[in-house]
């Protein structure tokens, strides 16, 4: 029997799973202890209703679809378009003149970003085919912003009902506030709203902020099926080699081995905290909490704590 799972990540989120280590842990970076199981059912309808509520009461950012009706297209669609969601982008498995085709055969289809659920109509397909972009990795896959995407959605109507009021509808679901984090938009629709004109500067398009490095490792790891089908057994004794290979850099004081050796060291390791479940950087905000106080003194070239 299958069972759903309402779960609560304090000041983030509430939302629904069949699988909490995947979804929770491994796609989002959550570890056991910084989120919270609030109950677990088979019947996936009264768990819906109960994350929409909970939403409401909590007041986070409220689904517009019930959590039924989306796993109906995710549960369908999502084995046909496998993409990747990071904090910043959803990148499709597909080049830019295959992408259109294959997002009108999902439409309907959801995912989850940091900013809210994104879903695929015939409205939002326009705007992604204006604003997807090519992979700088591969010609193969392409790649839109998740922050520029919510923008659009607070500030249209993505399924075209033109008879709604788009700002109350968006007000209603997001408590007062957007997707994107803003203060809802008061009488605005598509017909009267131009997103990153001169008047109207915002942070989609080039005032998103590019990639960071680990950003582009990750990147480059899904692109080439690591996440998919690494291990993480694999990948630890990936690191054993490499830091060999840097410390007999370091040893025959050679220095240009050495930075290389370091910088292969860093690319293992943030791919390692991925298929563990975690990030590279909630790795090393760990540690830093961890030592940041620490005190100690210098001996024989190496710190040592009291």
């Known amino acids: 029997m299958k069972y759903y799972y309402l779960y609560h990540i304090p000041g983030k989120k509430i939302g629904v799973t069949t699988d909490l280590k995947e979804r929770v842990e491994r796609q989002q970076g ?17 768990i819906s209703e109960q994350e929409i509520k909970l939403q409401k009461l909590h007041g986070y950012k409220v689904d517009m679809k019930l959590y039924k009706d989306l796993y109906k297209n995710n549960n369908k669609q999502l084995n046909n378009m496998k993409i990747n969601v990071t904090e910043m982008t959803t990148t499709f498995p597909c080049p830019v ?12 289809m959801s995912w989850e970003t940091e900013h809210g659920n994104c879903i695929i109509t015939d409205k939002s397909i326009g705007w992604i085919m204006d604003n997807v972009k090519t992979s700088q990795y591969t010609q193969d896959r392409c790649y ?62 080039e005032n998103i902020p590019p990639f960071t490095t680990f950003d582009n490792i990750r990147q480059w790891a899904f692109e080439r099926g690591l996440y998919e089908k690494g291990d993480v057994k694999t990948q630890a004794l990936k690191l054993v080699e490499e830091v060999g290979e840097t410390c007999r850099a ?5 220095h240009e081995d050495a930075v290389d050796g370091i910088g292969d060291c860093v690319v293992v390791l943030t791919n390692l905290a991925e298929l563990q479940g975690t990030s590279i950087e909630d790795c090393i905000e760990e540690a830093y909490h961890e030592i940041k106080d620490r005190t100690g003194k210098m001996d024989n070239g190496t710190f040592k704590k009291d």
């Open 30 to 46: 959550y570890g056991p202890g910084e989120y919270q199981l609030l109950m677990s059912t088979p019947d996936i309808d009264f």
């Open 250 to 254: 370091i040893l025959k004081g050679n």
């Open 97 to 108: 003149n295959k992408l259109k085709g294959r997002l009108v055969d999902n439409t309907g």
């Open 144 to 205: 839109i912003y998740n922050k520029a995407f919510a923008r659009w959605f607070d500030n249209h109507d993505a399924y075209g009902k033109h008879g709604l009021d788009n700002a109350k509808q968006m007000n209603d679901q997001y408590n007062g506030r957007t997707r994107s984090g803003a203060l809802s938009p008061s009488g605005m629709n598509e017909d009267s709203y131009e997103c990153c004109d001169e008047n109207n500067p915002c942070e989609c398009k």
